[in-house]
Nanobody, 129 residues
Framework: QVQLVESGGGLVQAGDSLRLSCAAS??????????MGWFRQAPGKEREFVGV????????YYADSVKGRFTVSRDNAKNMVYLQMNGLKPEDTAVYYC????????????????????WGQGTQVTVSS
């Protein structure tokens, strides 16, 4: 089992930056065996993919809407994953979720919410105009 806890959300103005953190834990957790993704869900909308970093850290993918503004990083020694968000826009307002899926050790990195087994409780990000 993997437990994920997000933090770092808040209310900011358009153009500001935020860094979300995701702390992973588990009795036998080896975080380097997991692909780590970020998703978000705005009111009345479906959960959508934001970004992902592969278990090795060698592959990263982002949604077009955040490409160039958001960056996923991870510190396996600390069991932490981060989402650096720059140039925030009102349309980035959502609850942001961290997710983990055991890696397939292939070149494929999951980008659909249904592909992830473990989820955090989410952290609210609100961007005012």
């Amino acid at each position: 089992q993997v437990q994920l806890v997000e933090s770092g959300g808040g209310l900011v103005q358009a153009g500001d930056s935020l860094r979300l953190s995701c702390a992973a834990s588990g009795r036998t957790l080896r975080i380097y065996e997991y692909d780590m993704g970020w998703f978000r869900q705005a009111p009345g909308k479906e959960r959508e993919f934001v970004g992902v970093m592969s278990s090795s850290g060698s592959r990263m993918y982002y949604a077009d809407s955040v490409k160039g503004r958001f960056t996923v990083s991870r510190d396996n020694a600390k069991n932490m994953v981060y989402l650096q968000m720059n140039g925030l826009k009102p349309e980035d307002t959502a609850v942001y979720y961290c997710a983990a899926e055991r890696t397939s050790y292939s070149t494929y990195v999951p980008r659909k919410s249904i592909e992830y087994e473990f989820w955090g409780q989410g952290t609210q990000v609100t961007v005012s105009s």
